[in-house]
């Protein structure tokens, strides 16, 4: 059995990612940590964990690499993962972080990431980014199966990659043209309440924000990049919607090939993700929506062509919590230690 220790428990990330591991065959979880709730039950703040998973919480400072832990999630804001991930790693410990702080391979990438987001530029484990792996797993598979290091995605960067890579893998589209627009659920935001996201604010509201300022787009720009093979610009736009979880990305790109046909485009899509278990292509005319991905690690990508102004468009659903963060986590740690991708991960979405 794999040890699993999580970090962060008391949060969405953390609280998904025990859920996940609590029905998983291969992993048993033998740690949480959290500065709430210390010495009680988990299960006394995640009240639907009950008989599932009732550990007691162990504060931070009792969290050290000590016990027999085979992986550590750090389901935890920035500034965390970074400051705990040299000790576990030189202990033999793998670490997939939910932030940030591993998102990046150069302490140059690292900086330009954490001034968007309003943080110290200095990275406190500088000398890990070298060896940590992107995980995004439909893209990075090999690397993640010998990686002891894994920085997790952000949300929307999986719902835009997953939704634009074929288009720019295949040379379908312009790559200079992408333009992304993406809607999230509140849930997005964490678990922490906030005024702006008080249910009486919220309820029947929605908002763009971070317009061309999104730390996300960091990561976009670089994966699609290396996959153009030449340094690319993406136009995103995120948006907060009245609903608890899920992400809608809508990708444009102007065509290349006057020719081409919407049969064309979702033939390249299919044939791009034929080995992806978790990536759904559907054709024009095929209705999706959040509803097929809610609660799962499904990414539905929906491609459709505009004749008109010859631009494709993709329309990418994901769960936010799922898919763009525990699932995610539990896809690549399956990967990392050579089982199954999918194990753990086989569940239908949410109906109704």
């Not at 444009?252 to 049969?263: C, F, H, P």
């Amino acid at each position: 059995m794999i040890r699993v220790r999580v970090v962060g428990a008391g949060g969405f990330g953390g609280a998904n990612i025990i859920e996940l591991l609590t029905a998983h065959p291969e992993a048993e979880i033998v740690s949480l940590v959290d500065v709430d709730g210390v010495g009680e039950p988990i299960s006394r703040k995640h009240t639907h964990l009950k008989g599932l998973c009732d550990l007691p919480v162990t504060g931070p400072d009792d969290a050290y690499p000590n016990e027999d832990v085979d992986i550590v999630f750090t389901a935890t804001p920035d500034g965390v993962g970074m400051t705990v991930a040299e000790s576990y790693l030189a202990a033999g410990i793998r670490l997939i972080d939910y932030s940030g702080d591993f998102r990046f391979n150069t302490a140059e990438d690292y900086a330009q990431y954490a001034q968007r987001i309003g943080r110290s530029p200095d990275h406190a484990a500088a000398g890990l980014l070298s060896q940590s792996v992107y995980g995004l797993t439909e893209l990075h598979r090999e690397e993640i199966a010998k990686a002891s290091l894994v920085g997790n995605p952000g949300c929307f960067a999986v719902s835009a990659i997953l939704g634009a890579a074929p288009a720019v893998k295949e040379r379908l589209i312009d790559p200079d043209t992408i333009i992304c627009d993406a809607k999230t659920g509140v849930s997005g935001a964490g678990i922490k309440p906030s005024a702006t996201f008080h249910y009486p604010l919220r309820y029947e509201n929605m908002n763009a924000y971070k317009i061309a300022a999104h730390q996300h787009n960091f990561e976009i720009e670089r994966e699609l990049s290396r996959l153009a093979g030449t340094d690319l610009r993406v136009t995103l736009t995120t948006q907060v919607v009245p609903l608890c979880r899920g992400i809608m990305t809508t990708i444009y790109g102007q065509l290349v090939n006057d020719s081409a046909t919407a049969r064309d485009l979702f033939d390249a899509y299919a044939a791009f993700y034929r080995n992806a278990a978790f990536v759904r292509v559907e054709p024009a005319g095929v209705p999706v929506s959040n509803n097929d991905v809610r609660g799962s690690n499904q990414c539905v990508l929906s491609v459709n062509m505009d004749e008109r102004t010859g631009r494709l468009i993709v329309v990418s659903h994901i769960d936010n919590l799922m898919k763009g963060q525990a699932g995610s986590a539990l896809q690549n740690m399956n990967v990392m230690f050579g089982l199954d991708e999918t194990l753990g991960l086989r569940r239908p979405p949410f109906f109704p």
